[in-house]
Every structure is written in C-alpha cells, then in structure tokens.
C-alpha cells in the first residue's frame, strides 16, 4: 500500500485520535481568526483616535480643511499594502 493511501484511508483504530486532533486545530483556527478579528478592530479604533486627536491639535474641534487622510494613505498604502485609503481612514476616524 501506497503512502498517499495510507493517508486517505487510515487504519480504523486511528479514527478517534484523527477526529480529536480535528477537532483541536479547528478550534485553534476559529480562536486564531477571533484573536485577528479583534486585534484589527482595535488597530482600526487606535488609527481613528491618533487621526482625530493630531487633526485636533489639543483644540477641541478639528479643522478638516487639510490633505492629511489622502497624504496618510499615500504613505500607510506604500508601506503597509491595501485598506488604508483616504475612505477606510476615514472610516477609522469615524469609528473612534
């Protein structure tokens, strides 16, 4: 018998220990993308609140007048890849 089948076919007694191991890395991957899911919200929160607080200045209004989200994600876009255009900035600042 072949390697490949062997893997396709496992002997009977091994079933138990498959459906357990399974079940573990399931669980882990669904734990991981929560873990992710959660650190991205509150990477997206902590933009928003750094954006708001340097338009701000210390006053109590911003003046948004200014080119900074299209020149933030000129610079975020380069260095960090996709999903940090002036609309998702935006967005970020928004949601905090």
Partial sequence: ??????????DTHLL???DSLGELIRQSRRQA???VDTL????????????????QGGAERATYG???????????????GKGF???NLRHMRGFF
């Fill in 1 to 10: 018998m072949s390697q490949a089948s062997t893997w396709n076919n496992p």
């Fill in 16 to 18: 138990p220990l498959i």
């Fill in 33 to 35: 993308l929560r873990t």
């Fill in 40 to 55: 991205q919200v509150q990477t997206c929160w902590q933009i928003g609140r750094h954006i708001v607080e340097f338009e």
């Fill in 66 to 80: 200014k080119r900074l989200l299209p020149e933030l994600a000129k610079v975020l876009s380069a260095e960090f």
């Fill in 85 to 87: 255009d002036a609309t």
